[in-house]
């Protein structure tokens, strides 16, 4: 049986810079992996690897057997780490539009998220606030029955409240026999959804292993594991 995504030997260059070396991963479907790393380690251009906005220098990826193309675009969600909807569009417009894009896009499933919001969907994406865009988006990410979930910093620059109500659409909605590749600050909350943690410093792999062998056998959390083995915060 194929793993969900297979990583070979990748490295990706910018100049002389190497921002990823020698990665080998393979993740099956029906996980939830956390991908951590400090500032610069390496972890959104390999996210944008996966989803096939940047390609390898060298190396092989597949997403279910295939190489990132416009195919996997359309069974992989990918929520980047910034802000990606156009301001000038109502919401019922981009919901409409997502549909249109995406074969595997329930308008239902948005406008059920959408409508907790208790915002009109004829307001304008300019109209809403930083947080409510963030929302905006995890529910258009979410609203996908897709094989893999990529999700880039999705809690950033959030409050505590939005935080909350986008870990509950990203649990509520993922399809059960999908993976998803998280990246994200260590907290309680997040660090009990997941099943795998890779640790990434420098571009390269420092750690991949599941969450309860770490905590059974260092006897500690995920994110103090993490600061003892990258040697951080």
Known sequence: ???????????????????????????????????????GGGKTTLMKIITGVLKQTEGVVSVDGVEPNEITKSY????????????SMTVKDTIC???DFYEDFSKDRAYDMFNDLKIPDKFKI???????RRKLQAILVMSRNAKLYVLDEPFINVD???????????????NRNAGILISTSITPEVESMLDEVIFIRDG??????????????KGCSIDEYF???????
């Open 227 to 233: 600061k003892e083995v990258l040697n951080v915060g």
């Open 97 to 99: 539009m997502h549909a």
């Open 126 to 132: 300019k109209a809403l606030s930083k947080e409510n």
């Open 204 to 217: 390269e792999i420092i750690l991949y292993d599941t969450v309860d062998r770490i905590r059974n056998e």
């Open 1 to 39: 049986m194929l793993d969900l995504l297979s990583l070979k030997a990748v490295s990706k260059k910018y100049g002389i810079k190497k921002a990823l070396n020698n990665i080998n991963l393979n993740i099956p479907s029906g996980k939830i992996v956390g991908l951590f790393s400090p500032k």
């Open 160 to 174: 505590a409240d939005a935080r909350d109500y986008i870990l509950k659409i990203i649990l509520s909605n993922y």
């Open 76 to 87: 992989v969600a990918y929520l980047p780490d910034k802000i990606f909807l156009d301001e």
